[in-house]
Every structure is written in C-alpha cells, then in structure tokens.
C-alpha cells in the first residue's frame, strides 16, 4: 500500500536569516538597511508571503511589502530623545502574512511576529553648546581668591557620544587672573569661573571685564565649537581712607570778624566712589567759619 499525505495550510511563516543592523544617522533616506526573509511554514503547498511593520518608534523606516527591505524613511537623528534613552537602539517588530486571496491571513496559523534590532551609530554633527549665549554677574571687589563667580550658571553639552563629545573650555585672551574650570569635559559639566588676584574698583580697568568663554572639540577632525560672552562687573567698597589735600591748614582773620565769617575751606579726597567716596568726605568737611565774634 502507498499512502500519500497532502499538507494542510495550518503552520505559520518562518522567519529566516539575520534580523539587526546596524546604520550611520548621516546615511540617506531610502538606503537600505537590511531585507527580512520568511517563508511558510507549510511546504507542501506554500503561500506568498507579505510584510509590514506593525512597531515602528519614530516612524524612522519603512519596509517594501513584497521584497522585505527595509528603508530609512526619514532623516535619523542619534540625538533624538528616544534614542539617547536607548543608547541608539531601536527594536522594530516585523509582520509575516500569507496572501489568502490577495489578502493578508489574520490568523495565528498565516502570521508571525519578529522583532527587528537595529544600532544608529552617531556622527559628529553636533557642536558643544552653551546654555545661554550671554552670561552677566556681578561681584565686590574684595571677592578672596579663587572663589568660583557666583550665580554664573553655565553649562555646557554635547549631545554626541563617545569620543563625539569630548571637548576643551578655555578662555580667549583672558585678564589676568581669571581661569575656568573645568578644562577638559565629556558630554555635559556645568561651569566655573574662577578669580586669582584681587581687584581694585578705584583702578579704572578693573570695573568691568568681557571674557570670551570658548568650547571646542578635542577628538574629532572637524573640531566644532560655540563661543558665550561673559560679563563682570566689579562694585565698590568702602576700602580706602579720606585723605586731606595737606597735612595742616592754617587760616589767619581779622579780631572783628563777625560769626559765620569763611574762615578756610578743607578738603579731602577718597578713591572709593558715591558716599564712600570724595563725596561723602566734603559733606563731612565742608568749610570752617568763625562761631562767635572774636
């Protein structure tokens, strides 16, 4: 006796071949990345075989129904938020139906599930970047050394990765005593700027300060880089004594004078500005004139 046995449609596709890839954010839209192969799981009398992606974050590709290729759709961007959250990997899953009827099956026995693994290497296209792109403070001029500038409130990112984001802070042409910390940094640090001499507000120089505070790359060929202006400005204290324009005064008046009579006018003069200054000095000077007839 010869038995034939005749295959019944009732095994889903199989899934075959390598389903991770891995792409640059720089390739172009519509470049291929990889092609997705299944087949049916029943051989006796297979089916065609359609596909679609049924999970696809960010609607970043797209696969051809027929062939299973699957294509960048859009511009990818490794700085995206979600990608940054998963380290640049996107999970992908992949629908496998058998055609009944120039239709796709929707039963478990004409359809399989697949998930896609794709990398997204990153490209150095982003430059490090301040938080703000002008920054004030203000300071006393007694501030003591080393003491960092006081609700500066700088940052810097770069939102690249690895060796992408590694950059240099430094000041261009700085005065001097001013340094910057830190010198060297990966991806994100806040910053500090410090003071290492002490400042004079009587000197004219030293009242106000614009600092160029400059980030460049370090490891990459294209060096990019971003530059903020820092504004300081020095406030006075009451730091310097009135000092009298002689060391004595001598007035001489006649015996009939009669009180209120200008007898001498002594001045002085103080380095510090306003009230603290020569200003305040005269209001506590101002002339001397007699009191009474003499």
């Known amino acids: 006796l010869i038995f034939m046995v005749m295959d019944v449609q009732n095994s889903p596709p199989v899934f075959e071949g390598s389903l991770t890839g891995v792409v640059s954010e720089n390739d172009t839209v519509g470049g291929v990345i990889l092609k997705v192969y ?3 799981g029943d051989t006796g009398n297979p089916r065609r075989i359609v596909y679609q992606l049924v999970e696809n974050p960010e609607g970043f590709f797209d696969i051809d129904s027929n062939t299973g290729e699957l294509r960048i759709s859009k511009p990818l961007d490794r700085e995206h938020p979600s990608l940054v959250a998963s380290s640049g990997v996107l999970k992908l899953r ?9 239709q796709p099956g929707r039963d478990e026995t004409t359809r399989s599930l697949a998930d896609i693994t794709i990398t997204i290497r990153d490209v150095n296209d982003e430059a490090p970047t301040f938080n703000q792109a002008e920054y004030r403070v203000t300071i006393p001029e007694n501030v003591p050394y080393g003491t960092p500038l006081a609700n500066l409130n700088m940052e810097i990112k770069d939102t690249d990765t690895g060796t992408n984001s590694v950059f240099r802070i430094e000041l261009k042409d700085p005065p001097e005593g001013f340094t910057i910390e830190p010198r060297i940094a990966t991806g994100h640090t806040a910053v500090s700027l410090k003071i290492n001499k002490k400042l004079d507000f009587e000197n004219p120089n030293e009242q106000n300060f614009i600092l160029l505070v400059v980030a460049t790359e370090t490891e990459t060929e294209a060096k990019l880089s971003s530059v903020a202006t820092l504004r300081v400005q020095v406030t006075d204290l009451n730091d310097n004594h009135p000092v009298f324009e ?3 005064f001598t007035a001489i008046i ?3 004078a009669t009180p209120g009579t ?4 002594i ?3 103080d380095r510090d500005s306003g009230d603290f200054g020569t200003e305040g000095a005269q209001a506590e000077i101002g002339r001397a004139s007699c009191r009474e007839r003499v």
């Open 94 to 102: 992949v629908e496998a139906a058998e055609l009944l009827n120039g």
């Open 246 to 248: 002689k060391e004595s």
């Open 262 to 265: 200008p007898v001498l006018s």
């Open 254 to 256: 006649p015996e009939e």
């Open 267 to 269: 001045a002085a003069k």
């Open 38 to 40: 299944a087949k049916d």
